[in-house]
């Protein structure tokens, strides 16, 4: 498998796979969400997280002009004034009263179950924005027409209750390996991109990592960073053996596990790192200084 975190946060490139944005009723890191904004094909609030979304727009004179796509959830949360405000400017605001799952699991279903349609009308939008059909466009729309994958970027913070940052990432772990999953799921916190590293050999691209103080490469070729070089490898559902390359401290055949030993503030050293792991394990690394919450 591989992993590309840092292609969402890149000005003029295209990310590779379609994403769409899901916005959790947590405080939004607005430095990255500037950032993935300007490349999310679809906005999704989940209930609550529309009051979030409207309060950064109001803070910016964008409330009527910069809309989700979508507000999904059982709709106990969303204030009255947000949602008949939304509803005036016929934002798609679905109710799903379904008990047995979160707000955040009922978006991912919609997303599942909406994901040709987006994708088709992501190419499409970009198609005739530029005239012309370039091969990142060509595979969105031949995707749209086999199998969609539309990956999922969540804006959800980790610096509140304990509870709440764990049920996060107790999703984030769940939907990674539910079949209805409408792709690669990133949890996008204050200062972190966190996502789930799948069994065996797992390749992510680290470009633009700052590194140690006079590394002739510590940038990525256009001067820019992305991440820092902190990351964090847990293993979350219970001990896991792992092997690394391209990190300052490399193991292999280590066992890890919640009491035991877990690898923490470890230090990217290449433009391509690799984790192999016998089970799925989280992987967080840290968000580049100018896009993290202020």
Same mark, same amino acid.
């Given at each position: 498998m591989e992993w590309d975190p840092t292609q969402f946060f890149r000005d003029g490139i295209r990310?590779?796979?379609?994403?769409?944005?899901?916005?959790?009723?947590?405080p939004i890191n607005q430095r990255a969400f500037a950032a993935l904004n300007k490349h999310a094909c679809f906005t999704i609030c989940a209930d609550g997280g529309a009051n979030v979304y409207y309060d950064l727009m109001k803070s910016q004179d964008r409330e009527t002009s910069d809309l989700p796509n979508a507000i999904v959830g059982d709709l106990d949360s969303i204030l009255p004034s947000v949602r008949k405000h939304y509803e005036s400017l016929n934002v798609t605001i679905v109710h799903d009263p379904? *008990?047995?799952?979160? =707000?955040?699991?009922?978006?991912?279903k919609y997303l599942r179950a909406n994901a040709s349609r987006i994708l088709h009308s992501s190419a499409e939008n970009t198609s005739s924005s530029k005239g012309s059909t370039s091969e990142i466009e060509s595979q969105s729309q031949a995707q749209a027409q086999s199998h969609p994958r539309l990956d999922v970027l969540i804006l959800g913070g980790l610096g509140g209750r304990v509870d709440q940052a764990f049920s *996060?990432?107790?999703?984030?772990?769940a939907m990674? *390996?539910?079949?209805?999953? +409408?792709?690669?799921?990133?949890?996008? /916190?204050?200062? /972190?991109? /966190?996502?789930?590293?799948?069994?065996?050999?797992?390749?992510? *691209?680290? +470009? !633009?990592?700052?590194?140690?103080?006079?590394?002739?490469? =510590?940038?990525?070729p256009d001067g820019i960073y992305y991440?820092?070089?902190?990351? !964090?490898?847990?293993?979350?559902? !219970?001990?896991a053996v792992i092997s690394t390359t391209g990190f300052e401290w490399d193991v292999s055949d280590w066992r890890t596990e919640m009491g035991g030993q877990i690898s923490t503030s470890n230090h990217i050293r290449a433009d391509v790192v /690799?984790?192999?792991?016998?089970?799925?394990?989280?992987?967080?690394?840290?968000?580049? !200084?100018?896009?993290?919450a202020r």
């Open positions: 990310p590779s796979v379609p994403f769409a944005l899901l916005v959790l009723n947590q379904d *008990q047995y799952s979160t =707000d955040l699991m009922k978006c991912l *996060q990432v107790h999703h984030l772990y990674a *390996q539910h079949e209805d999953s +409408p792709g690669e799921l990133y949890l996008v /916190s204050e200062e /972190s991109i /966190s996502f789930i590293l799948r069994t065996g050999r797992n390749v992510i *691209q680290t +470009p !633009g990592a700052r590194r140690a103080k006079g590394s002739s490469k =510590d940038t990525d991440l820092e070089e902190n990351i !964090g490898i847990l293993p979350i559902s !219970g001990p /690799s984790v192999e792991t016998n089970e799925r394990v989280l992987f967080t690394a840290e968000l580049a !200084g100018r896009f993290k």
